[in-house]
């Protein structure tokens, strides 16, 4: 398994996961080591995904698979294009249960922060925001249902997520989760914002990719 992502801020930088974390600055044509997961915890088993802070490039979070699949970590960086040796990784306290994390988005304002869904039909903290140094449950009225997909439109700071029932959206000073109509009834498996034309486009299982305008 290897995921990469590449830096929104700089085309030239280019993060990849497996065993090790890489990073190249010069479009591939050097790689650096910048963590080797089992340096960080015993039990680490590789790095499944990557998380890049759109508004604060050096901000990294790593999806990490301990032995036991069931049971991951997450860590983060604040200093991730330092020079390698530098570059420090913090693990977050014990997440709030075990489960398959499907998404993750960093915080624009505070990168110690960050919102990430389960891929589970539990409802409790299928939803969850880690403030930097605890998790809150913001599930809120969503109840059973399997969560995919979440994007953050950083204009408005509106979450939405993508689940086996459509796509709902909640901004920060609301407390419960709304229902976009006019989308067929089957697993939403992505959400991408447009942040010229403010429109969110909606990959669905087998139904195509749908558009719609982004909520106030």
């Known amino acids: 398994h290897s995921w990469f992502r590449l830096s929104p801020s700089d085309p030239s930088v280019l993060f990849s996961a497996g065993k090790r974390i890489v990073r190249t600055s010069n479009y591939g044509k050097e790689h650096e080591v910048i963590l080797t997961v089992k340096d960080l915890h015993p039990e680490a088993l590789t790095c499944y995904r990557l998380f890049v802070s759109e508004s604060h ?15 991951p970590l997450l860590a983060v960086t604040f200093n ?34 960050c919102w990430f869904i389960y891929k589970d039909a539990e409802p409790r903290f299928s939803i969850c925001r880690y403030t930097g140094n605890r998790f809150v449950d913001i599930s809120a009225n969503l109840n059973m249902m399997v969560t995919q997909a979440m994007t953050f ?64």
């Open 57 to 71: 490039p050096d901000v990294v979070y790593a999806y990490i698979l301990r032995q036991e699949k069931h049971k």
């Open 80 to 113: 991730a294009m330092d020079d390698p040796e530098k570059v420090k990784w913090n693990i977050l306290p014990e997440l709030p249960k075990d489960g398959w994390i499907s998404d993750l988005e960093i915080d624009n304002e505070d990168p110690r922060a």
């Open 153 to 216: 439109d950083r204009e408005t700071g509106r979450l939405y997520i993508g689940s086996n029932r459509g796509v709902y959206t909640k901004s920060h000073n609301e407390s419960e989760w709304t229902l976009l109509s006019g989308l067929p009834g089957t697993y939403i498996n992505s959400l991408v914002i447009n942040k010229k034309t403010r429109m969110l486009y909606v990959g669905t299982f087998g139904r195509g990719i749908w558009k719609g305008p982004l909520k106030d």
